[in-house]
């Protein structure tokens, strides 16, 4: 499977971005699906998942109801809303699939196999 993100990019404090997380190579419908974000000098960071087909979503402690994770089957497409925008919230965003996590490793970058490549969201003030 191969993930590409796209949809990042400058914007000011205060605004809205969604990013797309599109697969190609097979369905997404039963996989985990995470956004993770990575800020210079920063360990990557858990910001959003949708676990397997179950439709359930989380979200990282700093969220806090401003970002959506969403998924389209039929577009085979992840897809993170993102609001209120703030200066911190700039990093590299990457979207994340794995088919075999446990439930309490869905928070923890190094249990995903397949990663896309990431895409710059920066957040002025």
């Known amino acids: 499977v191969q993930l590409q993100a796209s949809g990042g990019g400058l914007v000011q404090a205060g605004d809205s971005l969604r990013l797309s997380c599109a697969a190609s190579?097979?369905?997404?419908?039963?996989?985990?699906i995470a956004w993770f974000r990575q800020a210079p000098g920063k360990q990557r960071e858990f910001v959003a998942a949708?676990?397997?087909?179950?439709?359930?979503?989380y979200y990282g402690d700093f969220v806090k109801g401003r970002f959506t994770i969403s998924r389209d089957n039929a577009q085979n497409a992840v897809y993170l809303q993102m609001s209120s925008l703030k200066p911190e919230d700039t990093a590299v965003y990457y979207c994340?699939?794995?088919?075999?996590?446990?439930?309490?490793?869905?928070?923890?970058?190094?249990?995903?196999?397949?990663w896309g490549q990431g895409t710059l969201v920066t957040v002025s003030s």
């Open positions: 994340a699939l794995d088919d075999h996590l446990i439930f309490s490793s869905m928070r923890q970058a190094g249990e995903y196999d397949y």
């Open positions: 190579g097979r369905s997404l419908r039963m996989s985990t």
């Open positions: 949708t676990w397997r087909s179950t439709g359930r979503t």
